[in-house]
């Protein structure tokens, strides 16, 4: 079994997923007002565990016992400025290269001031390399080059500084040769252990590679690197660790076609990022994240968007899965971004983008997580976007919440890019949670249909343009939650007439910013206050509160006292408004004009 297997299978198991599957037909909520308004089952995935990933990949890169070490047993490699002694067996010395060529432990310490420390042997069985205070320089190479071996594992003991610092340039014994490339390079895989120190400065290419898979269980990083931080080719499984990586291209990076490998999988550890100009993670299929602090910061963050080159605080060719974790993204590119899906279990993300907050080319799931999105150019974005369950509030320049079919390489912006296209398969699912969007364009876009379930929606803007608090081609469906759109009135919708939940859509003479907006029923009880951020000249309201058969009055202005959120008012106390208009709800969608 593979592990993306392995993980859809866990994915069944998961409280979240409580709706039936359906036919086709009931998926096809585009084509008519009486469709099904029920959302398919999608995108639920939950990040497997190491060693579930390792055992669905039969792999023995990570076995009992891998993770400690037996020093009495150990050959020491000791340098000494451009000297190495060796007490023991299995290492062999040609100048200022210390080759180890046999399976077992080394404790390697001191400092080499220009030289290798190399790894290449055809024995069964781990080279465990213990670095107690190692210092490593290479003017001409990498310092750290495993050349072959069935696994090297390092141990970096608590209390131990370690430092690996390669050439600007490296000279290869053959023009066409091509490794290493990396200051910390490993032909096979390659692990690391400890808390103690390593610091990798890269001066020619990569800081640490794997070109098989690469596991870090713990220790304290710092990677200064010319390109790639740290990657591993055909995966790359982070436990715990501390990590300050500056690279110019990407910070973190799987990248094996091979549709079983290429995934990155972090399930704790502490990250601060910087990069130049790459992404902070990057996997070529998933990227599985259950737990950690993350602080991402590319290419000078927000206020750099260029669409020249790949920015992204988190991203996946195929699947983007996001358990749990604590992020704080400020990216040029997008947030978090998948070629393919996302889903967001938990976790608390702080972003702010350049481009689009949170972007799929194919479905977006958010069952729960706490997401602040404090400026994009789109906040959330996919082909089909389905909200179960969390706290979102985003801010973009322009659509808030964006369901449209293709892809956006990096450019849904005029003159920039393929733009996504309308589609009837575009569709947006409410089915719960809290979203609040503050959006310059469109706030909720669908270039298909719309489903709302349950949840709360509110939505400040946009103010003026071709542009609407709702924008939908296909229809819009709701039975529940509550809904508030307000904004201009150039392009404002309701929703479907077909619904099952009653809504008015109410067209005024613009406000100003903060006005109170009031819905009372025929007991002067306010079932509404809300006071848009922007000045807004519609309002779309549907509400469980809204009864068929029942009389309304609306009024703007006055003061609403309570408890507010978002400029949502509860538990409140009406007064002083000025009366526009009143209704008798007769059908389910009521149109009040100026």
Same mark, same amino acid.
């Given at each position: 079994?593979?592990?993306?297997?392995?993980?859809?299978?866990?994915?069944?198991?998961?409280s979240t997923v409580m709706m039936a599957c359906q036919s086709e037909d009931d998926v096809a909520i585009g084509m008519d007002d009486s469709d099904s308004s029920e959302a398919p089952v999608n995108s639920y995935y939950f990040a497997a565990t190491i060693a579930e990933v390792m055992e669905a990949n039969e792999s023995d890169h990570e076995e009992t016992g891998d993770d400690n070490y037996d020093a009495a047993s150990a050959t020491i490699i000791q340098f000494s400025g451009n000297s190495i002694e060796i007490t023991g067996e299995g290492v062999m010395v040609s100048?200022?290269?210390?080759?180890?060529?046999?399976?077992?432990?080394?404790?390697?310490?001191?400092?080499?001031?220009?030289?290798?420390?190399?790894?290449?042997?055809?024995?069964?069985?781990?080279?465990?390399?213990?670095?107690?205070?190692?210092?490593?320089?290479?003017?001409?190479?990498?310092?750290?080059?495993?050349?072959?071996?069935?696994?090297?594992?390092?141990?970096?003991?608590?209390?131990?500084?370690?430092?690996?610092?390669?050439?600007?340039?490296?000279?290869?014994?053959?023009?066409?040769?091509?490794?290493?490339?990396?200051?910390?390079?490993?032909?096979?895989?390659?692990?690391?252990?400890?808390?103690?120190?390593?610091?990798?400065n890269s001066n020619y290419n990569d800081g640490i590679t794997s070109k098989d898979g690469l596991i870090i269980g713990g220790g304290n990083f710092t990677v200064n690197s010319t390109d790639d931080g740290i990657r591993g080719k055909d995966y790359l499984v982070i436990s715990d660790g501390n990590f300050k990586i500056n690279s110019v291209g990407d910070a973190f990076k799987s990248d094996d076609d091979d549709e079983e490998r290429g995934y990155i999988l972090i399930s704790g550890g502490t990250f601060d990022i910087t990069t130049t100009e790459g992404d902070g993670?990057?996997?070529?299929?998933?990227?599985?994240?259950?737990?950690?602090?993350?602080?991402?910061?590319?290419?000078?963050?927000?206020?750099?968007?260029?669409?020249?080159?790949?920015?992204?605080?988190?991203?996946?060719?195929?699947?983007?899965?996001?358990?749990?974790?604590?992020?704080?993204?400020?990216?040029?590119?997008?947030?978090?971004?998948?070629?393919?899906? !996302?889903?967001? #279990?938990? +976790?608390?993300?702080?972003?702010?983008? /350049?481009? @689009? &907050? %949170?972007? =799929?080319?194919?479905?977006?799931?958010?069952?729960?997580?706490?997401?602040?999105?404090?400026?994009?150019?789109?906040?959330?974005?996919?082909?089909?976007?389905?909200?179960?369950?969390?706290?979102?509030?985003?801010?973009?320049?322009?659509?808030?919440?964006?369901?449209?079919?293709?892809?956006?390489?990096?450019?849904?912006?005029?003159?920039?890019?393929?733009?996504?296209?309308?589609?009837?398969?575009?569709? !947006?699912?409410? #089915?719960? +949670?809290?979203?609040?969007?503050?959006? /310059?364009? @469109? &706030? %909720?876009? =669908?270039?298909?249909?719309?489903?709302?379930?349950?949840?709360?929606?509110?939505?400040?803007?946009?103010?003026?343009?071709?542009?609407?608090?709702?924008?939908?081609?296909?229809?819009?469906?709701?039975?529940?939650?509550?809904?508030?759109?307000?904004?201009?009135?150039?392009?404002?919708?309701?929703?479907?007439?077909?619904?099952?939940?009653?809504?008015?859509?109410?067209?005024?003479?613009?406000?100003?910013?903060?006005?109170?907006?009031?819905?009372?029923?025929?007991?002067?009880?306010?079932?509404?206050?809300?006071?848009?951020?922007?000045?807004?000249?519609?309002?779309?309201?549907?509400?469980?509160?809204?009864?068929?058969?029942?009389?309304?009055?609306?009024?703007?202005?006055?003061?609403?006292?309570?408890?507010?959120?978002?400029?949502?008012?509860?538990?409140?106390?009406?007064?002083?408004?000025?009366?526009?208009?009143?209704?008798?709800?007769?059908?389910?969608?009521?149109?009040?004009?100026?």
């Amino acid at each position: 079994m593979n592990f993306r297997k392995l993980i859809y299978l866990i994915a069944i198991m998961l409280s979240t997923v409580m709706m039936a599957c359906q036919s086709e037909d009931d998926v096809a909520i585009g084509m008519d007002d009486s469709d099904s308004s029920e959302a398919p089952v999608n995108s639920y995935y939950f990040a497997a565990t190491i060693a579930e990933v390792m055992e669905a990949n039969e792999s023995d890169h990570e076995e009992t016992g891998d993770d400690n070490y037996d020093a009495a047993s150990a050959t020491i490699i000791q340098f000494s400025g451009n000297s190495i002694e060796i007490t023991g067996e299995g290492v062999m010395v040609s100048g200022t290269v210390a080759t180890i060529n046999s399976a077992g432990t080394y404790l390697v310490s001191g400092m080499l001031d220009e030289g290798q420390l190399a790894v290449k042997t055809e024995d069964e069985g781990a080279v465990k390399i213990v670095l107690n205070n190692a210092h490593i320089n290479n003017a001409r190479s990498a310092p750290f080059y495993a050349v072959n071996a069935e696994k090297v594992i390092i141990f970096l003991p608590d209390g131990t500084e370690n430092t690996f610092t390669d050439a600007e340039e490296y000279i290869y014994e053959n023009e066409d040769d091509d490794e290493p490339n990396a200051a910390f390079f490993s032909d096979t895989d390659l692990s690391f252990y400890g808390s103690g120190k390593i610091t990798i400065n890269s001066n020619y290419n990569d800081g640490i590679t794997s070109k098989d898979g690469l596991i870090i269980g713990g220790g304290n990083f710092t990677v200064n690197s010319t390109d790639d931080g740290i990657r591993g080719k055909d995966y790359l499984v982070i436990s715990d660790g501390n990590f300050k990586i500056n690279s110019v291209g990407d910070a973190f990076k799987s990248d094996d076609d091979d549709e079983e490998r290429g995934y990155i999988l972090i399930s704790g550890g502490t990250f601060d990022i910087t990069t130049t100009e790459g992404d902070g993670f990057t996997a070529e299929s998933d990227l599985m994240i259950s737990n950690g602090t993350f602080t991402i910061l590319t290419a000078g963050g927000s206020s750099n968007y260029t669409g020249d080159a790949s920015t992204k605080g988190l991203k996946a060719g195929v699947n983007n899965l996001l358990e749990g974790g604590i992020f704080q993204i400020n990216s040029a590119d997008d947030a978090i971004h998948s070629n393919g899906s !996302i889903a967001i #279990q938990a +976790g608390t993300f702080t972003i702010a983008t /350049g481009d @689009d &907050g %949170i972007h =799929a080319d194919e479905e977006l799931t958010i069952n729960g997580g706490q997401i602040t999105i404090s400026e994009s150019y789109e906040g959330l974005e996919a082909n089909l976007i389905t909200v179960n369950d969390g706290t979102i509030h985003l801010v973009s320049s322009d659509d808030g919440v964006n369901a449209a079919g293709g892809n956006d390489s990096s450019g849904t912006r005029p003159g920039q890019g393929p733009p996504f296209q309308s589609s009837i398969d575009s569709y !947006i699912y409410f #089915q719960g +949670g809290d979203i609040v969007v503050e959006a /310059g364009g @469109d &706030g %909720i876009d =669908a270039n298909g249909s719309i489903s709302m379930t349950a949840g709360t929606v509110l939505v400040h803007g946009p103010t003026s343009g071709a542009n609407g608090p709702l924008d939908y081609d296909g229809n819009f469906q709701i039975s529940g939650g509550l809904l508030i759109a307000a904004g201009t009135s150039n392009m404002a919708q309701a929703p479907s007439s077909s619904s099952e939940q009653n809504a008015i859509l109410v067209f005024l003479n613009q406000q100003t910013a903060n006005t109170v907006f009031a819905v009372l029923d025929e007991n002067n009880n306010p079932i509404l206050a809300f006071a848009p951020s922007i000045s807004y000249s519609s309002v779309t309201f549907s509400s469980p509160d809204l009864m068929d058969g029942g009389s309304y009055e609306i009024y703007v202005g006055g003061t609403a006292s309570g408890t507010e959120k978002d400029g949502l008012y509860s538990d409140v106390a009406y007064s002083g408004g000025t009366k526009l208009n009143s209704f008798i709800v007769s059908s389910t969608i009521t149109t009040l004009n100026r």
